[in-house]
């Protein structure tokens, strides 16, 4: 080795550290086909354990249990808004996501389409700046609350 060069040292070190991390590589990998074959059973399935069993539950459930927590209603869950009695001095439009197929109002703090009832009051119609309830045959316009 004192016959080498110092450029043919570095070469040859960098050389070994190489191959020895290749030993390395393919030891791991070996292992790891090891412990894959021993976790499978006899039929060829790999053997797996579960710390817990999945939990199931109803939607609706879950938005009751958010609502008696003070955590409100989830606006991504568009089921059918029922206020009970509303009056619609008690309304409010706070929001309208327009699209002329699909548009939603956001009164109070229920997300409404058209068809949804609010109370005894029906959702006829949203526009871009308003919405139309029927309550008994007769109509109200509820303007969107610009701020």
């Not at 409404?112 to 005894?120: H, R, S």
Request: hydrophobic residues 40%; positive net charge.
């Amino acid at each position: 080795m004192k016959n080498l060069h110092k450029k043919e040292r570095i070469e040859l070190t960098i050389t070994c550290i190489g191959v020895i991390f290749l030993i390395f590589l393919v030891i791991r990998g070996a292992q790891r086909i090891q412990v894959k074959k021993n976790s499978m059973n006899k039929t060829g399935k790999a053997v797996t354990s579960s710390m817990s069993e999945p939990v199931s539950f109803k939607r609706a459930e879950v938005e009751r249990s958010k609502i008696e927590k003070g955590w409100g209603r989830d606006p991504f869950f568009l089921a059918t808004a029922n206020a009970g009695n509303t009056e619609l001095g008690d309304l409010i439009v706070n929001g309208i996501v327009w699209d002329e197929k699909n548009p939603y109002a956001i009164i109070n703090t229920d997300v409404v389409k058209v068809g949804d009832k609010l109370g005894n009051m029906t959702v006829i119609k949203i526009t871009e700046n308003s919405v139309i309830l029927e309550e008994n045959g007769e109509r109200h316009i509820l303007k969107l609350n610009v701020f």
